[in-house]
T-cell receptor
Framework: AQRVTQPEKLLSVFKGAPVELKCNYS??????LFWYVQYSRQRLQLLLR??SRESIKGFTADLNKGETSFHLKKPFAQEEDSAMYYC?????????FGAGTTVTVRA | GAGVSQTPSNKVTEKGKYVELRCDPI?????LYWYRQSLGQGPEFLIY????????DSGLPNDRFFAVRPEGSVSTLKIQRTERGDSAVYLC?????????????FGPGTRLTVT
């Protein structure tokens, strides 16, 4: 079974402060991990995937297989980062999502 | 090019009625997925098509739910005898292929409200 847990429903930070969104997963095989983002009134879109190992919009995420975690981090939050963030896992083809974290960046 | 489109964007129906939700994938995408997102939850997998056939329908909650993709492009999700618990946002996604290499692109969703 595939399972993704995002323990924080809401996260509020000040502009310029670091932000970290937690994600833990459960999967018996070798999963692919993703972060998706949904800005206000927009569709769900891919933010980053662990295999690409790149930084998108200043965000990074490292897959920790020992702790089965894939936390999303950004050192300096911007107001435009306010959005809903979903961690997702793919074993074969279908995605399993966490419940999401709403991030609000305050000026 | 155009992204994934879904119609209608909103649908309000009475309990017990039949509804159809439509998904137009990105042209050339052979894989198509339906997900359901209930309030306060992340999307949950319903069904996966590769071409015209349903490769995995294990996420469909019961036999009131059915989906088709007769020509390998547009897909329709059909819900019979709707219940209030069916109220959710129904998302469609498409991908160039069905394997792990392919990014899924999501549509804007159809918000279904059963009264």
């Amino acid at each position: 079974a595939q399972r993704v847990t995002q323990p924080e429903k809401l996260l509020s930070v000040f502009k310029g402060a670091p932000v970290e969104l937690k994600c833990n997963y459960s999967y018996s095989g070798s999963p692919e991990l993703f972060w998706y983002v949904q800005y206000s009134r927009q569709r769900l879109q891919l933010l980053l995937r662990h295999i690409s190992r790149e930084s998108i919009k200043g965000f990074t995420a490292d897959l920790n297989k020992g702790e089965t975690s894939f936390h999303l981090k950004k050192p300096f939050a911007q107001e435009e980062d306010s959005a809903m963030y979903y961690c997702a896992l793919r074993g074969d083809y279908k995605l399993s999502f966490g419940a999401g974290t709403t991030v609000t960046v305050r000026a | 090019g155009a992204g994934v489109s879904q119609t209608p964007s909103n649908k309000v129906t009475e309990k017990g009625k039949y509804v159809e939700l439509r998904c137009d994938p990105i042209s050339g995408h052979t894989a198509l997925y339906w997900y359901r997102q209930s309030l306060g939850q992340g999307p949950e997998f319903l069904i996966y098509f590769q071409g015209t056939g349903a490769a995995d329908d294990s996420g469909l909650p019961n036999d009131r739910f059915f989906a088709v993709r007769p020509e390998g492009s547009v897909s329709t999700l059909k819900i019979q005898r709707t219940e209030r618990g069916d109220s959710a946002v129904y998302l469609c996604a498409s991908a160039k292929g069905g394997g792990r290499s392919y990014e899924q692109y999501f549509g804007p969703g159809t918000r279904l409200t059963v009264t």
